[in-house]
């Protein structure tokens, strides 16, 4: 079986940083990605999907990404079913990424001072859970 992702967009927003209670660092963003083709009106229309790292991974991007940037993301999709307040049942899909490649520097930081490159969640996932 295979579940691979494999995506290149914006983010939509800055990344949410923040830690598990056991000290494990886990960073969320979300990204705008073009469909490849135009509807009917000639539009292309836009996913907003939802990435989240971890580790060292969530770190770096939770330091170096802002909004508007772009960057590519290669992962695996994760699907999670859950009861809202109202008791309806609902699912969320997020990338858990593996790799991030940031392919342009941030528009609101001096270029010195912001990360450009890949870096890969090569970690032992033990720590992560779920």
Not at 76 to 94: H, L, N, P, T
Request: aromatic share 8%; with cysteine.
């Amino acid at each position: 079986m295979l579940n691979k992702v494999i995506l290149i967009g914006r983010l939509t927003r800055d990344p949410e940083p923040r830690y598990t209670t056991s000290g494990v660092a886990v960073t969320k963003f979300n990204m705008a990605v073009d469909r490849p083709f135009a509807n009917k009106q000639g539009e292309r229309e836009v996913d907003f999907i939802d990435i989240v790292t971890w580790q060292k991974l969530a770190e770096a991007c939770a330091n170096h990404l802002v909004k508007g940037q772009l960057v590519a993301v290669e992962g695996r999709m994760q699907i999670q079913s859950y009861e809202d307040k109202q008791g309806i049942k609902r699912k969320a899909v997020d990338v858990i990424a593996e790799t991030v490649k940031f392919l342009s520097k941030p528009k609101n930081k001096d270029s010195a001072d912001s990360y450009t490159g890949e870096i890969n969640f090569s970690g032992d996932d033990s720590e992560v859970p779920f």
